[in-house]
């Protein structure tokens, strides 16, 4: 059972435009919301998080959006720029039981 | 250490030997997480430790696999005969609260 389904799978966009990955959850009980950045080579990195007690969270050029009644959230990178091509996780916890997307590979081409 | 580290970092291996990958977490870090990658793919949950027992080893993909973790730190990941399709990056993450901290992953290559 795939309890956070991610969108899309892969990703073009170009230099300074605005990429967006999706993900939507099942699970009500889920009470943090993180997404991961991967380099290739790397291991997944934490690059933002969000609670479901806000709508939205900025840092920087990354946004994340949350819409709990619908079950989803979202992030925003605002500016794109090749050196935010990697693959992207969403994740959806509670406690120490964390459940992963599929992940988002994303290019940024100039 | 600063990080989460991961040893070794490559390991080539023949079809039906034995491997042993090791993790260390962040000192203090309670939780710690083994998950397999393969090419191109996302994250495989295998098995989850709270301090020395694994309340979760619902990710294990046969009983050729089996983790341990001593004394609240340092935790392996055995597989035995492996098989080619085994081959992946094996990454490790610990963690205190909610957020995960990764390893840079050991690959692995059954020829």
């Known amino acids: 059972q795939q309890q956070v389904k991610q969108s899309p799978q892969s990703l073009i966009v170009q230099k300074g435009g605005i990429s967006i990955i999706n993900c939507a959850y099942e699970?009500?009980?889920?009470?943090?919301f993180p997404w991961y950045q991967q380099f290739p080579g790397k291991g997944p990195a934490l690059l933002i998080a969000i609670r479901p007690d806000v709508s939205e969270k900025k840092e920087g050029r990354f946004t994340i959006s949350f819409n709990k009644s619908a079950k989803q959230f979202s992030l925003h990178i605002m500016d794109s720029q090749p050196g935010d091509s990697a693959t992207y996780f969403c994740a959806a916890s509670r406690g120490q039981k964390v459940t992963f997307g599929i992940g988002t590979k994303l290019q940024v081409i100039p | 250490g600063a990080g989460v580290s991961q040893s070794p970092s490559n390991k080539v291996t023949e079809k039906g030997k034995d491997v042993e990958l090791r993790c260390d977490p962040i000192?203090?870090?309670?939780?710690l997480y083994w998950y397999r990658q393969s090419l191109g793919q996302g994250l495989e949950f295998l098995i989850y430790?709270?301090?020395?027992?694994?309340?979760?080893k619902s990710g294990l993909p046969s009983d050729r696999f089996s983790a341990e973790r001593t004394g609240g730190s340092v935790s392996t990941l055995t597989i035995q005969r492996t098989q080619q399709e085994d081959s992946a990056v094996y990454l490790c993450?610990?963690?205190?609260?909610?957020?995960?901290?990764f390893g840079p992953g050991t690959r692995l290559l059954v020829l």
């Open positions: 699970n009500t009980a889920f009470d943090y």
């Open positions: 000192s203090g870090h309670t939780a």
């Open positions: 993450a610990s963690s205190a609260q909610e957020t995960q901290y």
């Open positions: 430790f709270q301090g020395n027992s694994a309340p979760d």
